[in-house]
């Protein structure tokens, strides 16, 4: 079967005032397992940053032990590179590099952009949470449940994740038939 494709004019190429025009869309919530993997994929990036800057540089300077009663200087170094990391590419991308590579972002629940209060509730508060102590870390799992697939954090900073809007093209396509009918 042979076919012949018209390409429908681009949406760039339109005359469209897009000031004047709002859109409503659809977005699907992000499930567990994509949030997951992205979220490995987020840790080697913390993990990596501080292995390849601060290691390094706290061992030259002989901090590396140094501690305050039962808190290492290192763990401290550790956890802030990874509340800046999250912090950061969720107030100004909306996501992080995992979230990136999965097509998925942050919104906010109520609002049309992500506050930074939002994002320190979020990504400071809400992942302290689930990392004091580890037992909390099953917090996490009730993403896989929920019917909006939130988490204890996403309910702190009022925001949920979803599915990056998928661009698409629309295609008028003709079909010819190569045979005649049989009749």
């Not at 997951?36 to 061992?59: E, H, K, R």
Request: net charge negative; glycine share 6%.
């Amino acid at each position: 079967m042979s076919e012949d494709i018209h390409n429908e004019e681009p949406i760039e190429n339109q005359d469209i005032n897009s000031s004047d025009m709002t859109e409503e869309i659809t977005i699907q919530y992000a499930g567990f397992w994509m949030r997951f993997w992205a979220y490995a994929i987020d840790s080697i990036v913390v993990w990596s940053i501080n292995g390849v800057l601060f290691v390094p540089l706290m061992a030259l300077t002989g901090v590396a032990n140094v501690t305050w009663g039962t808190i290492a200087l290192a763990a401290i170094v550790v956890s802030i590179v990874s509340f800046v990391y999250f912090s950061i590419m969720t107030k100004m991308l909306g996501q992080t590099l995992g979230k990136l590579i999965f097509g998925i972002k942050v919104y906010s629940y109520d609002k049309e952009e992500l506050t930074w209060l939002d994002v320190i509730f979020r990504e400071v508060v809400g992942r302290y949470l689930h990392q004091a102590l580890p037992i909390l870390f099953v917090l996490y799992t009730i993403v896989a449940f929920s019917p909006e697939k939130r988490g204890v954090h996403d309910r702190l900073g009022n925001t949920f994740v979803g599915l990056e809007p998928r661009r698409s093209k629309k295609m008028i396509v003709h079909h010819h038939p190569t045979q005649e009918p049989l009749t």
